[in-house]
C-alpha cells in the first residue's frame, strides 16, 4: 500500500509529516544544492517565540489513498502547490516495507537540496541500515538525518506530542515482524483575549503592558491589575480542548491480536477513558478490516470517534493531469495515445463495515481544530471531457488534426486503414528526468517484444503505477510477460521503482496460481550491493532477481553463458551492453532480433561514440534529450545531452528513426520543436504506445502537437530568447573589457619600445611584444 498522510499546523508542518512516505526522486547531483548556510525562512521564523499551545488551525491530510494509482504522492502534492518538500523535517515510518518507504531516498535527496538543515526519521530501528545503503547510489550529504526508534523518548513540540507504539507479529518468521503506530496528542490551546471585557475591566488596551498581560493569562496565571486579581477565564475565550489522533497499520491478521491487546492503545478507546480520540487513520487491507476481532475493536472507541480508511481500495483518482493530457492527445493519433482505463478499485469489493466511517481520497482533510469536521474541496477530480472541449476549441487544432488523420490515412475514429504489425512495440512510462511532475514520470519504457515476452528498460519510482494507469485491471497479466528489467545506472530516478515491481510480479505469479520465478536483472554492480544490504538489514528481496551485471554482456565471449540464459527468455539474438559518458557504472543497451530489428536504448549520456558503433544501423534509437540547444554547457557539466546532441548520434549510427525522451521537467508538456526535427525524429511521451511501423507517423504529429501546447512552447521561447540575450549582453561587456586591456597593452608596449635603451636585451622586447600578441589572441577568442 501506498499511504502518505500528514498533519498540517496553521498551513505548515507538524509533528506529522509522513506515516509512510512515497516521496520524490532524484539523481545524484541532478539540482544545484543550496548553500547549507541559506536556513530556510519558516525554519528562522520557528525559532522565534511561538504561540501557547501551537498555532489555532491544525488538520490531517491524506497525501495518498492506498490504491494503484497513488504514485510518488508527496511530489505530486507540491505540484498542485499544496505542500512544500522544505518543510517535512520529520517524517514517521509505520514499518519497513518497500511500499512505505519507497520513496524516503528521493525525498531525503530533495530535502538535501532544499538547504534545510536536518530531518529526523521515526520508526524502526532498521532505517539506520537503510540510510547506511543508500550511500550506494547516493553522493554525501549536507542535510543531518537523525533516527530516532520507538525505543526513544516521544516526540515534543509547543503543538503535540507523538508516542510511539510497536506492535509485534504474532508469526515467528514474519519478514515485518514489528509495526510501529501513532498516537498524537494536540496540546489544549488558549482562547482568544476578549477585548470588549478587557475594556470593561479597565485594562490598558493600547499599553505594551497588555501583551505580557494576556500571555500570563494564556499561560493559566492570574493577574493583578488595580487593586484586583483577574482570572484567566474572566478575559479569554473558552478554550481548545486537547485532541488525540491515533495512526496505525495492521498489515494482516497476524498483527490483530497483539493490536487490539496492546495497553497504550486501549487506554485511548472509551472502556478506558483515559485518552478520548478523535480520530483513527486505519492503514488495513479490506481482509484485516473484515475479522470480527478488528470490527469489535473499532467499535469500542464510541461514537465521537472518526474512523479513517486508507488501503489498496482507494476508489480516487491521484493524478488527474496524465488522464487529461492523455485525452486531448488521443485526439491527434488515437493508436499512439491510447484513452487511459477509467480508474477503478480493485475488483474486490469494500467490506461493508457496520459503524460509520470514511474512505481516504487523495487530498481529503480532516480538521482538528478549530473544529472537527472534513474537508473535500482540495480533492483532485478528473475531467476529460473538459479537457477534450478546451483542445477543439484552440485555433486551428481541428483542422490540423483532420490534415493530420488524412495524410496518415486515418478514418474518423483515428483508426489505420491498414493495422501495422503488433509487436515489437514500446510503450513509455516515464520520460522526465530527475523527479516525477503531473504529467511526466521519471524513466521507465516497457518494449513488448512478443505477447508473452517484455523487457523493461530502467525503473523508476512510480513505474508500477504507470502500468496500473495505462493498462487497468490487465496490469497483472502485462506484468507476467516482464522477463528481465534492464538498469542503465545508479541514479534514484532510474531503478527506485523496482523494488515495488519485482514485488508485484511475485504477487500476480500467486494469484495465478504461478510457480515463482526469479526476474533477470541487468543492472550495474552496485545495483547488487544495494540489493544485498536492503535484503539483509530490511526486508527479503534479493531472491527475486536472477542478476547479470552489465559489464558481462559487452560482448565478450568468456561471459556467453550468461547472455545466452537471457536470449532465450527474452527471444532475441543479441542482448549487448555498452558503457556511455554519464556517471559510473553508466550503460546503454542493444536489442536484437532474428528478424531484423534492432533497437537502441541510450540511458543517459552525453554523444557517445561507443553507442553509436554498436547500435549501428538500428531500426530505433531511444535517446535522452535532457536539455534544449543553448545548454550545451549545461548538458556537459551534468553529462547529458541536448536535443540536437542526440539527433546527431542518431544520425552518425544510421538509425532508421530516433526517438528523444528523459526531457528536463522545464518541458513538462513538450520539449521546444528545432529544425533538426526532420522525417525520421520523434519525441515520447507518457503513456505513448508505438510499435516499429507507427514510427513514420511521429513527425506528422508536430503540427497539432505545436497547437495543442502553444502557450508552453511559447513560455519555453521567451524563455529561451532571455537566456540568450542576457548571454549577448554578459559576451558584449566581457568584448568591451577586453578592447580596453587591449588598448592600454598596446599603449604600453609602444611607450616603452620606443623609449627603453637602444641596449636593452633583445629577449626583454620579446617579451613585451609578446604580452601584446597575447592579448590579440584572447580578444580574438571572445568575439568567436
Not at 154 to 171: C, G, N
Not at 371 to 384: A, F, G, L, N
Not at 473 to 501: E, P, R, Y
Not at 752 to 779: C, F, Q, W, Y
Request: aromatic share 6%.
Amino acid at each position: 500500500m501506498v499511504l502518505p498522510v500528514r498533519l498540517a499546523v496553521s498551513g505548515a508542518w507538524s509533528a506529522l509529516r509522513a506515516v509512510t512516505v512515497r516521496g520524490l526522486m532524484l539523481p545524484a547531483g541532478a539540482r544545484k544544492q543550496r548553500d547549507p548556510k541559506g536556513i530556510p525562512r519558516h525554519v528562522k521564523i520557528r525559532q522565534k517565540a511561538t504561540p501557547i499551545g501551537g498555532p489555532t488551525f491544525v488538520h490531517l491530510e491524506v497525501l495518498a489513498a492506498g490504491g494503484r494509482d497513488a504514485g510518488a504522492a508527496v511530489h505530486v502534492a507540491s505540484e498542485f502547490g499544496r505542500v512544500k518538500a522544505v518543510r517535512m523535517e520529520n517524517i514517521f515510518i509505520t514499518r519497513m516495507d518497500w511500499s512505505n518507504i519507497g520513496g524516503l531516498p528521493g525525498m531525503i535527496l530533495t530535502l538535501n537540496d532544499t538547504g534545510l538543515p536536518s530531518c529526523r526519521l521515526f520508526g524502526p530501528p532498521e532505517l539506520n541500515s537503510f540510510l547506511d545503503g543508500m550511500k550506494t547510489f547516493s553522493s554525501p550529504l549536507t542535510i543531518k538525518i537523525d533516527v530516532q526508534s520507538y525505543k526513544e523518548p516521544m516526540y515534543v513540540d509547543s503543538t503535540m506530542s507523538v508516542q510511539q507504539i510497536p506492535i509485534f507479529s504474532e508469526k515467528a518468521d514474519s519478514e515485518n515482524p514489528t509495526v510501529v503506530s501513532y498516537l498524537c496528542k494536540v496540546r489544549e490551546k488558549p482562547g482568544g483575549f476578549l477585548r470588549e471585557k478587557g475594556a470593561a475591566l479597565g485594562l490598558p488596551m493600547n499599553s505594551p503592558e497588555l501583551g505580557t498581560m494576556v500571555r500570563q493569562w494564556k499561560e493559566g496565571k492570574a493577574v493583578h491589575f488595580d487593586g484586583r486579581e483577574i482570572q484567566p477565564e474572566e478575559v479569554l475565550m473558552p478554550p481548545h480542548p486537547s485532541l488525540c489522533m491515533l495512526i496505525l497499520e495492521c498489515p494482516d491478521d497476524s498483527f490483530v491480536e497483539p493490536l487490539c491487546s496492546n495497553e497504550d492503545v486501549c487506554r485511548c478507546q472509551t472502556d478506558g477513558k483515559e485518552i478520548p480520540v478523535a480520530l483513527v487513520v486505519h492503514m488495513t487491507p479490506e481482509t484485516v478490516l473484515a475479522n470480527p476481532t478488528y470490527q469489535d475493536w473499532m467499535r469500542r472507541f464510541g461514537e465521537g470517534t472518526e474512523h479513517l480508511i486508507v488501503n489498496e481500495q482507494a476508489n480516487c483518482v491521484h493524478f488527474p493531469t496524465q488522464f487529461e493530457v492523455q485525452a486531448q492527445l488521443n485526439l491527434i493519433h488515437p493508436g499512439i495515445f491510447p484513452q487511459l482505463p477509467a480508474h477503478t478499485p480493485l475488483p474486490v469489493g469494500n467490506v461493508d463495515l457496520p459503524f460509520p466511517h470514511t474512505r481516504a481520497e487523495c487530498m481529503l482533510k480532516y480538521e482538528l481544530r478549530p473544529q472537527r469536521q472534513w474537508h473535500r474541496d482540495s480533492v483532485p477530480e478528473e475531467d476529460k471531457e473538459r479537457a477534450i472541449q478546451e483542445a477543439w476549441d484552440l485555433p486551428d487544432f481541428a483542422d490540423c488534426v483532420k490534415e493530420c488523420h488524412e495524410a496518415l490515412s486515418l478514418d474518423v475514429n483515428g483508426k489505420a486503414d491498414t493495422s501495422s504489425a503488433m509487436y515489437p512495440h514500446t510503450v513509455f512510462l516515464g520520460t522526465g528526468s530527475a523527479l516525477p511532475c503531473k504529467s511526466r514520470n521519471v524513466s521507465a519504457i516497457l518494449f513488448r517484444i512478443s505477447e508473452d515476452r517484455s523487457v523493461l528498460l530502467d525503473c523508476g519510482e512510480g513505474t508500477t503505477t504507470q502500468l496500473w494507469r495505462h493498462y487497468g485491471h490487465a496490469t497483472d497479466d502485462v506484468l507476467l510477460t516482464i522477463k528481465a528489467i534492464f538498469i542503465s545506472h545508479m541514479h534514484a530516478d532510474h531503478h527506485l521503482g523496482l523494488f515495488q515491481i519485482s514485488s508485484t510480479i511475485q504477487k500476480a505469479m500467486k494469484a495465478k496460481g504461478m510457480p515463482f520465478t526469479p526476474l533477470t536483472l541487468v543492472a550495474p554492480q552496485l545495483m547488487l550491493k544495494w540489493l544485498t544490504h536492503y535484503d539483509t538489514h530490511c526486508h527479503k528481496i534479493l531472491h527475486h532477481f536472477h542478476c547479470i551485471p552489465n559489464w558481462k554482456l559487452q560482448g565478450h565471449i568468456e561471459h556467453q553463458h550468461a547472455s545466452q540464459l537471457l536470449l532465450e527468455s527474452l527471444g532475441l539474438s543479441k542482448f549487448m551492453t555498452c558503457t556511455v559518458y554519464h556517471c559510473k557504472q553508466a550503460y546503454g543497451c542493444v536489442l536484437e532480433h532474428a528478424s531484423g530489428w534492432k533497437v537502441v536504448y541510450s540511458g543517459d549520456t552525453m554523444p557517445c561514440d561507443r553507442l553509436v558503433k554498436c547500435g549501428e544501423n538500428a531500426t530505433l534509437l531511444i535517446h535522452e534529450a535532457t536539455f534544449e540547444d543553448g545548454l550545451e554547457d549545461e548538458a556537459r557539466a551534468r553529462l547529458h545531452s541536448t536535443t540536437t546532441q542526440a539527433v546527431a548520434v542518431g544520425r552518425n549510427m544510421a538509425a532508421g528513426f530516433t526517438l528523444l525522451t528523459h526531457f528536463s521537467q522545464r518541458y513538462a508538456r513538450v520539449p521546444l520543436f528545432g529544425p533538426e526535427f526532420g522525417k525520421n525524429i520523434g519525441i515520447a511521451f507518457d503513456h505513448m504506445h508505438v510499435g516499429l511501423n507507427d514510427l513514420p507517423a511521429l513527425p506528422r504529429l508536430i503540427p497539432p502537437l505545436k497547437i495543442l501546447f502553444a502557450e508552453h512552447l511559447v513560455h519555453l521561447e521567451e524563455r529561451r530568447d532571455k537566456r540568450e540575450m542576457q548571454q549577448h549582453q554578459q559576451m558584449r561587456a566581457l568584448r568591451m573589457t577586453l578592447e580596453d586591456v587591449e588598448s592600454r597593452t598596446t599603449h604600453s608596449n609602444l611607450r616603452i619600445l620606443t623609449t627603453s635603451d637602444d641596449k636593452a636585451p633583445e629577449e626583454e622586447v620579446r617579451k613585451r611584444a609578446g604580452n601584446h600578441s597575447e592579448s590579440h589572441i584572447v580578444l580574438k577568442k571572445a568575439r568567436e
